[in-house]
Every structure is written in C-alpha cells, then in structure tokens.
C-alpha cells in the first residue's frame, strides 16, 4: 500500500495568532511511528521543528518555537497535530510532516507540506 | 546547541562529475549525521542515514563517509536527475539541526 501523508491547516494569520496544522496519514501502521515536523521558510533552508514518539508520551522542540507550540497525534484516526500560538513573522513557512524510519531514525517519508504565512 | 556548517554553498558541476559536499559539526556528534536530497518545490529525500548507510532505493553513486565533526557526501558520477539542494543533518533523540545546504548547479 502507498504511503501517504496530506498536510492540512495552513494559511494566512496576523502575528500573535494561533493556526493548528494536521497531517492525515495512511499506507502505513501510524500507531507504530514517530512523527516530526519541519518547516522552511520562503527561500531559505530546513529548519527541525518538533517531534513526537509513536505513543505520544514523548514530545521535543526547537528552540525558536518552545513554550509556542504543541505536537500531539491521535493514533486512532492517524492524524498528527501541530498547535501554533504567538505566531510570529519568522514561523512564515512551508511546514512538512514526516515520519521517522524505524532502522534509520529518520524522516523517511514527508507530506508535501502546507504553508503558513504571519502576516499583517 | 550543535551548529552544522556545510561547504561549498553552491557548487558546479557538470554531468560526470565527482561531487565531494563537506559538512561539519560544531562537536563530536558520533554517527548521528543523515543527508538529504530537495529538488525545488519538492520535500526533501532521506539519502543517507547513520554517516555511511544508504537508505533503501537511493544509486549507489551516492555515499556518505565520516564520524565524529567532519563528514562527506560523494556523489561518484553526477547524474542529471542529481543537481539539486543538499542538507546534512544531525539527529539524536531529542533534537535535529540541518546544515545550510548546498546547491549543485549545472556547469
């Protein structure tokens, strides 16, 4: 079966406001997986932004969006979750879901990403 | 934090090419380095993984070398489908940094 991972939930919002991305998942056991996000801002390079184990009990941040944002997934619908708060200017990007191999500890497989942009 | 610094930024090349891409830490950070491919408007492709492990499916012309603060990705004979932006990238339990990137152009 075909992997998939369908970003949702970008768009245009104000500095300080809030957006919550989703990333629907299929093709693979979600359940079984770490998840992270990554995002990249207009013309510029790849930037880690959080991650999360396959139970959810174990989150991570960078630190540009510590305290600001919150994963979190709901393993029963396959979805994971990316909670913006205190948007600013500098979090304007395409922001990618991807999934962590098991055997290779990495993002192996990446949504095509959404794009947030802050902006008044 | 660790900081990874890639070098060259931009590099030219023409069809054939051996390609060296030079990425180092800001301290020793064992194996934990990963190497990834991103065409524009396209998410990145995971090519190498653990410094010198070739991740299912990638050519063989693309390898990975190092440990420690200094790593390499060789590309033995560049391809067409190969220019393209390359990150390095650290990665432990709890945190991943990329590098700058490097951007392979046609010559």
């Known amino acids: 079966e075909v992997q998939e991972l369908l970003e949702s939930g970008g768009g245009l919002v104000q500095p300080g406001g809030s957006l919550r991305l989703s990333c629907a998942a299929s093709?693979?056991?979600?359940?079984?997986?770490?998840m992270t996000w990554v995002r990249q801002a207009p013309g510029k390079g790849l930037e880690w932004v959080s991650s999360?184990?396959?139970?959810?009990?174990?989150?991570f941040f960078a630190d540009p969006v510590k305290g600001r944002f919150a994963i979190s997934r709901d393993n029963s619908q396959s979805i994971l979750f990316l909670q913006m708060n205190s948007l600013r200017d500098e979090d304007t990007a395409v922001y990618y879901c991807?999934?962590?191999?098991?055997?290779?500890?990495?993002?192996?497989?990446w949504g095509q990403g959404t794009l947030v942009t802050v902006s008044s | 934090d660790i900081q990874m610094t890639q070098s060259p930024s931009t590099l030219s090349a023409s069809v054939g090419d051996r390609v060296i891409i030079t990425c180092r830490a800001s301290?020793?950070?064992?194996?934990?380095l990963a190497w990834y491919q991103q065409k524009p408007g396209k998410a990145p492709k995971l090519l190498i993984y653990?410094?010198?492990s070739l991740e299912s499916g990638v050519p063989l012309r693309f390898s990975g070398s190092g440990s420690g603060t200094e790593f390499t990705l060789t590309i033995s004979s560049l391809q067409p489908d190969d220019f393209a932006t390359y990150y390095c990238?650290?990665?432990?339990?709890?945190?991943?940094?990329f590098g700058q990137g490097t951007k392979v152009e046609i010559k």
């Open positions: 991807a999934k962590i191999g098991i055997q290779n500890s990495n993002p192996d497989y």
């Open positions: 093709g693979f056991t979600f359940s079984s997986y770490a």
């Open positions: 653990k410094a010198s």
């Open positions: 999360i184990d396959n139970s959810g009990g174990y989150r």
């Open positions: 301290q020793s950070i064992g194996s934990g």
């Open positions: 990238q650290y990665y432990s339990i709890v945190s991943r940094t």
